[in-house]
């Protein structure tokens, strides 16, 4: 045994800390903290699950405000994910921007009426583009409403406007 020079106190020997377990490894990283912990940004893992979590409420017919969903996360007793509602929103938009690959603009989503129209739409801007041709919007309003004239779409279903 050690004796202390200050008090010539014996010593006792440092008891060791128990050894942690191991993660578990199929489990994804996240930055869900206890309620007390600083703000931190959030792993893909965690905005993937915010979108599952939006994405079954939707099918279930149920419409989420983006500041509930927002609540929602901030008082989970598993794991508090912290992230404002414009975070929210601009994850959302990018989102469905590209999940919507018919859309003409990525930035706002595109609803499509005629499936017909579109499909057609979309094999000619295909073979557009393997000729090299480039595509304008003139060219595609010109070609859609061509299309919608060759596929009988009634004219309150047909398109307006110049682009």
């Given amino acids: 045994q050690k004796t202390c020079k200050v008090c010539e106190n014996t010593m006792k020997p440092k008891a060791h800390k ?3 377990p191991d993660k578990n490894v199929d489990t994804p990283r996240t930055t869900a903290k206890p309620l007390c912990q600083p ?10 699950e915010v979108l ?6 939707e099918q279930n017919s149920i419409q ?3 500041i509930d969903v927002v609540n929602y996360f901030a008082n989970q007793k598993s794991g508090v994910l912290k992230f404002t509602q414009s975070a929210l929103s601009k994850k959302l938009k990018n989102f469905r921007a590209t999940s919507n690959p018919n859309a003409l ?13 579109d499909e057609a739409l ?15 919007g003139p ?7 061509w299309l919608e004239v060759l596929f009988d779409v009634p004219i309150k279903e047909r ?5």
């Fill in 18 to 20: 128990p050894q942690k």
């Fill in 39 to 48: 703000k931190e940004d959030l792993t893909l893992a965690d905005w993937l």
């Fill in 52 to 57: 599952d979590y939006i994405e079954a409420k």
């Fill in 64 to 66: 989420l405000r983006q």
């Fill in 105 to 117: 603009s990525e930035k706002w989503q595109c609803i499509v009426t005629r499936l017909d129209v």
């Fill in 122 to 136: 979309n094999i000619w801007q295909q073979d557009m583009n393997r000729k090299g041709e480039l595509v304008t």
């Fill in 139 to 145: 060219m595609l309003v010109e070609k859609c409403a």
């Fill in 159 to 163: 398109l307006k406007g110049i682009g």
